[in-house]
């Protein structure tokens, strides 16, 4: 199959997470509020589903007691229709 032959769809995955669990996940970031944050957490979460998504942008809202993140994450498909992922659920609790 060439190149040509594949496009991506983009599915949007919506995450309501504990303040304390997101947190938890971004230790390692200088700054828990920058995208890439954003993103390690949305990755984490398909990882553990077994997703094979490639993660894109990520949008945060928080209050205070849940981070919101609705992320763009796209999955190669052929052009005979078939998408290769494991999962699409749209919101999902982490």
Excluded: C
């Excluded at 700054?31 to 094979?52: C, S, T």
């Excluded at 190669?76 to 494991?86: F, H, I, K, T, Y």
Aim: charged fraction near 30%.
């Amino acid at each position: 199959m060439k190149s040509s032959d594949i496009t991506l769809q983009i599915y949007h995955h919506h995450l309501k997470i504990p303040i304390e669990s997101y947190f938890n996940t971004v230790t390692d970031f200088l700054d828990p509020w920058d995208e890439r944050a954003y993103q390690f957490v949305v990755h984490q979460y398909l990882e553990k589903g077994k997703d094979n998504g490639i993660v894109g942008m990520v949008r945060q809202e928080r209050d205070e007691k849940y981070v919101y993140l609705d992320a763009a994450v796209r999955y190669p498909q052929a052009m005979d229709g078939q998408v290769s992922l494991e999962s699409t659920d749209g919101g999902k609790d982490m």
